[in-house]
């Protein structure tokens, strides 16, 4: 699988990233955090944090239009960091749109080419293991279009099935298919590639919600085949506010645009407009510069260590977590065994314990997990419980930290008297 | 002794006094913490001298929540309906003596914004 690595930096071994990250040395009574919360949002390194800095200090002007030498050095760097984030999976920079997260992406979607696609009687598929953000759009586009809205459910070890899907396509009036590539909760890595052909032989179009696939492992845009692909860049190692959806381009041609205002149109007359070319047509109003500078600086951190060993660093420490979770008497893992088939985020239950409570006693340990329904409330009904425990890793994550998430379940079991 | 998972509150949220339902009933309510998918349900009876007789609490939740919706229900039955819809945050905060840090608050005041809903019809948190 191509990675399009364009930084040639040597792989830097992991034992050291950790360093990278200023934050991770932060203390309380002399004990470091132990950040296991990755999932919710990724911690950024020194590079990601100079690169915003420096674009405020030394090169901060709006893009596109200046004649200026300092607009067209922010215009360089905010369109550069374009062409590396799309190359980094493997997409085309013209049909690489920043948009302010996954959700608006999602929305994007949902209100242009849903608006102008999907009628009365069609069907939208969705899963039960979707985030709340690939799942309300869908709702809200359904109820405005007069559309079904079906769902494929997920089964006790928290797979989807193909055959579901089949059967769902056999009506022959959905329009599209958007399914999550990795669970944020049950960390499936789904079958997209298989799940967007099928998708795409019953003629429907297709979006893949990357925003817990691209922090953690190899994204090939290309071989996926997607018609859309939505990921968020805070989880990346990036800032907030922004995220990134790839189109196709003869589907995002055709599509109205979203948002109307500055810098989407390339005309505008007293009753109509006509549209900026792509990307622009769908990054009405100031871009989010200086994020996009930083994502760039993130995934050019990621491309340096290599997003194989990313993968192999989350699979390995999921592993490791699956298997001390074992000595904790009650404990219940949500999600496929095999971390082969699962991303770097563990979803649990503790008998007796409600996971506010283990949240808030591995907060005394200064380890940091979350407790609730990660956003994901149709699934947390399918598995019979109203919140789950959470720990997820990314590249700063050692065995450390899972030593001590055991240790702080232990002393919650004593605190309980179980 | 730990200074938030006291004894008692253990064993109210192991052992929940007056929990279940109650049929019949003479008001009920049902909410959410949005934040974390608790949820708490209850049916009282009152008298016609408005006094509340009986009560029973229903759903799930942490042991702060639950052990809060159990503590507060000893202490409801016999009161005046009118007197539960006036209570505070501090009734329940101090009934409970446990230091309540500014993310569990909700978890301890869900039972109090349930009872004054039943009663009153007024779904606010309470202050």
């Not at chain 2, 008298?47 to 229903?58: A, C, V």
Request: aromatic share 6%; net charge negative; hydrophobic share 40%.
């Amino acid at each position: 699988m191509e990675s399009a690595t364009t930084t040639a930096a040597a792989a830097k071994p992991l034992a050291e990233v950790r360093a990278d990250f200023p934050i991770l040395r932060r203390e309380r009574d002399g004990v470091p955090i132990a950040y296991l919360d990755s999932a919710a949002t990724s911690q950024k390194p020194e590079s990601v944090i100079a690169a915003i800095d420096s674009y405020y200090r030394q090169s901060n002007a709006n893009v596109h239009r200046g004649v200026y030498e300092l607009a067209q050095e922010a215009t360089d760097l905010f369109e550069g960091a374009r062409e590396r984030i799309a190359a980094f999976v493997g997409g085309e920079t013209a049909t690489t749109i920043f948009t302010r997260n996954a959700t608006e992406a999602i929305n994007l979607v949902a209100y242009a080419w849903g608006g102008a696609n999907v009628g009365p009687g069609d069907e939208v598929v969705i899963t039960h293991m979707e985030h709340h953000s690939n799942i309300v759009p869908w709702q809200l586009l359904c109820q405005r279009q007069g559309a079904k809205l079906r769902y494929l459910g997920v089964s006790e070890d928290g797979q989807l099935s193909l055959d579901q899907l089949d059967e769902v396509l056999g009506s022959g009036r959905v329009k599209i298919v958007s399914v999550a590539h990795v669970s944020n909760v049950l960390g499936t890595i789904n079958p997209v590639e298989e799940i967007v052909a099928r998708a795409k032989a019953a003629g429907a179009v297709t979006l893949i919600d990357g925003s817990q696939a691209v922090p953690q492992m190899p994204v090939d845009l290309g071989r996926i085949g997607a018609d859309f692909y939505a990921w968020t860049g805070h989880k990346a190692l990036g800032p907030t506010g922004i995220g990134v959806l790839h189109g196709r381009r003869d589907v995002l041609e055709a599509m109205p645009p979203f948002i109307g205002g500055g810098d989407m149109i390339a005309s505008v007359g007293f009753d109509t407009s006509t549209w900026n070319d792509l990307p622009w047509k769908f990054e009405a109003g100031t871009s989010p510069i200086a994020e996009g500078v930083a994502l760039g600086a993130a995934i050019d951190y990621l491309s340096a260590i290599g997003m194989d060993n990313v993968r192999a660093h989350e699979r390995e420490l999921t592993a490791y977590t699956l298997e001390r979770l074992e000595e904790v008497e009650g404990v219940h893992v949500f999600g496929p065994i095999d971390p082969d088939s699962r991303g770097g985020v563990v979803s649990l239950e503790l008998k007796g314990i409600h996971p506010h409570d283990l949240a808030e006693i591995c907060d005394r340990e200064h380890v940091c997990i979350r407790a609730g329904h990660h956003c994901a409330q149709p699934l947390m009904r399918e598995m019979g419980v109203p919140a789950t425990a959470r720990a997820s890793f990314h590249v700063y994550n050692n065995h450390e930290d899972v030593d001590r998430l055991i240790s702080a379940l232990q002393t919650a079991r004593e605190v309980f008297a179980l | 002794m730990d200074a938030l998972y006291r004894d008692y509150i253990l064993d109210h949220y192991k052992n929940p006094r007056n929990f279940g339902e109650l049929e019949p009933h003479s008001l009920e309510a049902h909410d959410v913490n949005p934040l974390c998918g608790d949820e708490l349900g209850v049916h009282l009876v009152v008298d016609g001298e408005g006094t509340i007789t009986d009560l029973r609490f229903h759903g799930q939740g942490c042991a702060i929540s639950q052990a809060s919706a159990s503590i507060a229900s000893e202490e409801l039955i016999g009161m005046k309906a009118d007197e539960v819809a006036a209570l505070g945050a501090d009734w329940l905060i101090d009934l409970l003596g446990i230091p309540i840090s500014p993310t569990r608050r909700k978890c301890a005041l869900l039972s109090l914004k349930v009872m004054r809903g039943a009663i009153s019809g007024d779904a606010s948190w309470p202050e």
